[in-house]
């Protein structure tokens, strides 16, 4: 099993149609905790079709079709391990607010390559479109180890950024003991995040919850507290996952309030506050 490099990065773009409704926005806010309590107004507007807003992080698995991380590995030139795979960081950016429902063409393809001595990051990019124009652009970094030290570019650093100073806000989010089973079924069906033998030979004690779901969470955190839950605002939201978290933990999640931005860092609070994910961006009108 290997990358050629040349190969995934020349490949034509992979062209499909993809459609959602207002029942998959719901299932997805459901599979990242929203709906605690489940009479809450301020929960309502993540459950009730009658009053919904989108979470623009569902863009992330709109269509149901593989996401970034299977897509990339799908793709020609790449065949690798799957134990091997981690989901390293995740972008979007938005060119118009998501719709609760809708139909369009979502252009998928590898756009980078970095060679990390010991491991290769892919970056898989999919914009999507329809007949408005352009609806958002989403890039995923997937990180493969031991496919490294074909001599290419190392790419960005992969070190954290440095939050600035105390946090302006700080709340702790529950992951239920079946997060993960939940979120399986917005598409990603990795069984990294459902079967323990599988998530023991990729070297976790267990299944461990997807970055995406990790993802969703902290950027609902962010759009409940700083912005008071006006999901339209956001324009982009990006983070990378630098720890694993395991179904049935607490997040912690830290933000700090700027002109147009917002920061946020993520920890497991039973772990000892051990970092999950970091350098989150969250941008904002």
Known sequence: MTIDVDKALGAAPRVEEISWSDRDVRLYHLGIGAGVPATDPAELRYTLESRL???????TVAGG????????LSMPGVDVDLAAVLHAGQSLRLHRPVPAAGTAT??????AAHDKGKAAVL????????????LWTCDAEVYVRGEGGWGG????????????GEPDSTVERAVRPDQALLYRLTGDDNPLHADPEFARAAGFERPVLHGLCTYGMTLKA?????LAGEAGRVRAYRARFVGVVYPGETLRVRMWRGAGEARAEVS??????VPVLGSGRVRYA
């Open 65 to 72: 079709g593989p996401p970034g991380v299977i897509g990339a």
């Open 53 to 59: 807003c989108v979470l623009p992080s569902f863009a």
């Open 222 to 226: 962010v759009v409940d507290t700083l």
């Open 268 to 273: 497991a609070v039973e772990r000892g506050d």
């Open 123 to 134: 970056v898989m990019r999919t914009e999507v479109a329809d007949g408005g124009g352009p």
């Open 106 to 111: 979502a252009t998928s393809r590898v756009v």
């Open 153 to 164: 570019a190392r790419g960005p650093s992969a070190a954290p950024e440095q939050p600035p």
